[in-house]
């Protein structure tokens, strides 16, 4: 009903979270007329974060190698053509898109800085520029990739028993992936749930009520769940990150460590991130959390939030508009459009060809 709304023009414009429209509108007279325009505007603050979070609360996800096991079995390439229908870029780190970006980059002074007393802890990866995220897509590398997935999960002290893994007492391997928001979001695991049973991993996709789900994201009780985008960071982040990650979170209600993040070292960088006195070391701490986020494996990251590269946030909206010709690009996510004005002579224009106000 809202959209039929709006293609009616009953309201002037709409975000355009999903693409799966696109394709019957364009054949619209509206469309095809250009009375209404579909248009992307560039932002440059950081994404809100989508992925499939896992709980390391659960003895399973303790180890990293189990974890990273799982970002073998995610087949997004599938996934995004399938599902997506090929719209959508994906997310490749939790600060993409902002000051605090790790795509392809190593570490910079300040950030190594930061990192090197932890550097007998963390992993040598951290130290270099982060590693592409597995690409699946077709039947070979699909394979390719579960059989690495396989191996991981092996090293990490896993058999397999009649087709089911079991751990070092032969208890078979059993997860619980919440869903919320009816069956929608059912579509986006079909595939990764029947990778993690050739595995031998059985999951039981738990699906239940908004309120249900808050409850039980509260008390933490879920191995895997979809992470729904909150409100990004700020581009000037502080305390509230400790809400993120910090490991007391872990065990505390309602917190949204929701991975169960327990790691010294990003409380540390937790605490020069709010003890900061200048941008320049607030900087660094938030990429150097970041890449230790990315290196220990905490979720799988999924498709960005729009149907659209990351950076990018696409919107149809009735041609009445005036537009300046260099659009702001810090007000996401707002979306004041405060900088837009009703054209007159479009206006008018608009109202003649279809009969009526809008």
């Known amino acids: 009903v809202y959209n039929e709304a709006f293609l009616s023009g ?70 995004q053509q399938k599902i997506l229908r090929g719209h959508h870029g994906r997310v490749s780190n939790y600060y993409e898109n902002s000051d605090f970006d790790i795509s392809g980059s190593p570490p910079t002074l300040g950030e190594l800085k930061l990192l090197e007393p932890w550097r007998a802890r963390l992993p040598a990866e951290v130290f270099a520029a982060p590693a592409p995220l597995p690409v699946l897509g077709t039947r070979e590398r699909a394979r390719a990739n579960l059989l690495e997935a396989a191996r991981l999960i092996r090293a990490a002290g896993y058999q397999v028993e009649n087709l089911r893994l079991v751990d070092k007492r032969g208890k078979p391997i059993e997860l619980d992936l919440m869903l919320g928001y009816g069956v929608s979001q059912e579509k986006y695991i079909t595939q990764f749930v029947r990778n993690l049973e050739r595995l031998g991993i059985r999951v039981n996709i738990k699906l239940y009520d908004n309120s249900t789900v808050r409850q039980l994201t509260a008390h933490y009780q879920y191995d895997l769940r979809i992470s729904v985008p909150n409100i990004p960071s700020l581009i000037t982040p502080g305390s509230e990150m400790r809400n993120e990650w910090d490991s007391a979170g872990v065990t505390g209600f309602d917190s949204r460590n929701l991975s169960g993040v327990d790691d010294p070292v990003i409380d540390d960088l937790l605490d020069k991130l709010v003890e900061a006195k200048d941008r320049e070391t607030a900087v660094s701490a938030m990429r150097a959390m970041n890449r230790v986020l990315v290196a220990g494996a905490y979720s799988i990251p999924l498709q960005h939030v729009y149907p659209a590269p990351t950076g990018s946030m696409p919107f149809t909206y009735w041609n009445k508009f005036g537009r300046p010709k260099a659009e702001p690009t810090n007000d996401f996510p707002s979306l004041t459009l405060d900088h837009w004005w009703v054209d007159k002579e479009k206006d008018a224009a608009l109202r003649k060809r279809l009969g009526k106000a809008l």
């Open 10 to 79: 009953e309201y002037d414009f709409r975000l355009d979270m999903s693409a799966l429209r696109w394709a019957q509108e364009a054949a619209l007279p509206s469309f095809v007329r250009g009375d209404l325009v579909r248009s992307v505007i560039r932002y440059k603050t950081p994404i809100s974060y989508q992925g499939i979070t896992i709980n390391t609360r659960n003895p399973f996800f303790k180890d990293v190698r189990v974890r990273k096991a799982l970002l073998h079995a995610f087949d997004y390439e599938w996934f």
